[in-house]
């Protein structure tokens, strides 16, 4: 599936859209270049399960953990990880369990480590917006995609 995003509200709600289809856990993975919109996706997802924070790549960290009306959300930021064993020496595999919610930016980093994800979201510029690519790799990325957009 394409989409267009014409500005970073539109990027927000989108990310509100697939938060409300993921209550029962789900591994999102966020590509594209540095600023097109992954960190704001993700803002939108958090705020709509009741984050009032910021909401900032983890870049240093790797990782930020949030629990938001129970449900357990980390949000990952790959981008200067050297080496994917370093999810290892986090405890990654504890985060992605059944259950949990998990957004990775930059997941191309982790590859060999990190699961099969529920959807891929690829970015891309486009004039002043964003061309989204969204595919789904399981059962339940194919139902959240069959309600994005409507």
Known sequence: ??????NEIEM???GAQLASQCADGCL??????????KTTLTRGFLQSMGHTGNVKSPTYTLVEPYELNGQQVYHFDLYRMGDPEEL???????????????LVEWPERGEGFLPKPDLMIAIDYQNEGRKLYISADTERGQAI?????Q
Request: net charge negative; glycine share 18%.
């Open 145 to 149: 995609l069959a309600t994005v957009g």
């Open 1 to 6: 599936m394409q989409l267009f995003i014409p």
């Open 88 to 102: 290892e020496y986090l405890g990654g595999r504890d985060y992605f369990t059944e259950g949990n919610i998990c």
């Open 12 to 14: 927000e709600q989108l």
């Open 28 to 37: 999102i993975f966020l590509q594209g270049d540095l600023g097109t919109g």
